[in-house]
């Protein structure tokens, strides 16, 4: 996950640093974003990924967007993306993440940024029901009763199976349960 981020914030740098007519002034967003952005990558390398190593850069993630409080354009709106991420993939912080998005979305409406905000936090969503639905397939643990129909449209239920030997197949995937 580490490295996804890593990946993430390196594309973005590239991005914010290719991009046309960018101003050279200290006081420009994207500028300043990339690097905070370098030294956020900086410190993810070494090693220091913890919110207590990181706490500098965010506070100054805070700083910037305080900087820039009235404008209202891409730039500033992905300051607070890139903090809501570095919650999200470096501190496995999703709520605190989804926390920040919603801030995005609220606060930057008319940006990319807070267009996207709602299929973030979708996704947010999924991931978190799918750490859920991955907790409860652990070994050891007692598999989750469902109830769906089968090819003949006739209801089926795991429960039913209860004492005996199943497999069950999901795609690629290859569960076998005792039911017991």
């Known amino acids: 996950m580490k490295i ?3 990946i993430i914030l390196t594309a973005i740098s590239l991005v914010l640093s290719s ?3 960018f101003a050279d002034a200290t006081n420009d967003p994207a500028t300043e974003l990339r690097a905070l952005v370098a030294q956020v990558q900086t410190k993810i390398t070494a090693g220091k990924d913890s919110e207590t190593a990181l706490t500098p850069e ?3 993630f805070d700083v910037l967007l305080a900087e820039h409080k009235g404008e209202k354009t891409d730039d500033v709106a992905q300051i607070l993306l890139m903090k809501a991420t570095l919650y999200i993939e470096v501190f ?5 993440g989804a926390e920040l998005v919603r801030q995005l979305k609220s606060d930057f409406p008319d940006t990319k940024q807070g267009k996207a905000a709602d299929g973030i936090l979708d996704n947010l969503k ?3 029901a799918a750490k859920k639905v991955e907790a409860a397939l652990a070994i050891g643990t007692k598999f989750p009763d469902f109830a769906e129909q089968d ?3 006739k209801p089926l239920s795991i429960a039913n199976y209860k004492g005996k030997v199943v497999l069950i197949v999901t795609g690629f995937t290859f569960l076998y349960h005792s039911m017991s």
């Open 19 to 21: 991009r046309s007519g």
């Open 92 to 96: 496995d912080n999703p709520n605190r």
């Open 58 to 60: 965010l506070k100054e």
């Open 4 to 6: 996804k981020l890593s």
């Open 151 to 153: 090819l003949g449209g």
């Open 126 to 128: 999924k991931q978190e």
